[in-house]
């Protein structure tokens, strides 16, 4: 057999792989911390802070985590409101420039929890491993449902 089709092929196989390895690998280990002294019991409603200065692409990334982080927090039992929540959530995204996916891909997606009045931490969840952002792709959707599912500490 020729060397460069053994060559071609090996790097076909190898391509191929890397993208199994990343797709079935890019949300699993979701790490998180939180404040072993905070009763989460008595929080049931929450805000998303601001996600000003933001460009227009982060920006639709932002919508997409809250509309996913709505749908999970409410299955728990939690309430989106406006007036005095009890806890405030923000989007932590590390953006990359992809030419891979010609878009942005997040290395990893935090949210962060705080209480409202004193804005101290008590809960954070980071999904590690690039995350596609394009709406065909369930990687953003599976990322925020995997942190949260991590929410409220057991």
């Given at each position: ?78 309430k989106k409101t406006s007036e005095n929540p009890d806890l405030l959530i923000s989007i932590d995204p590390d953006y990359e420039i992809s030419t891979f996916n010609d878009g942005y891909q997040l290395r990893s997606l935090t949210l962060n929890i705080y209480r409202r009045e ?37």
């Amino acid at each position: 057999m020729n060397v460069f089709k053994t060559a071609a092929r090996s790097r076909i196989i190898f391509v191929a792989l890397l993208t199994a390895m990343i797709i079935l690998g890019g949300c699993s280990g979701v790490k998180y911390i939180y404040d072993p002294g905070t009763s989460f019991s008595g929080l049931k409603s929450y805000a998303w802070t601001s996600a000003s200065g933001l460009g227009r692409q982060q920006s639709l990334v932002a919508a997409n985590i809250q509309f996913v982080g709505d749908q999970v927090l409410g299955q728990k039992g939690f309430k989106k409101t406006s007036e005095n929540p009890d806890l405030l959530i923000s989007i932590d995204p590390d953006y990359e420039i992809s030419t891979f996916n010609d878009g942005y891909q997040l290395r990893s997606l935090t949210l962060n929890i705080y209480r409202r009045e004193s804005k101290e931490p008590i809960w954070r969840g980071t999904a590690p491993g690039y995350i596609n952002t394009h709406a065909d792709s369930n990687d953003l959707n599976n990322a925020v449902r995997d942190v949260l599912a991590k929410f409220p500490p057991k």
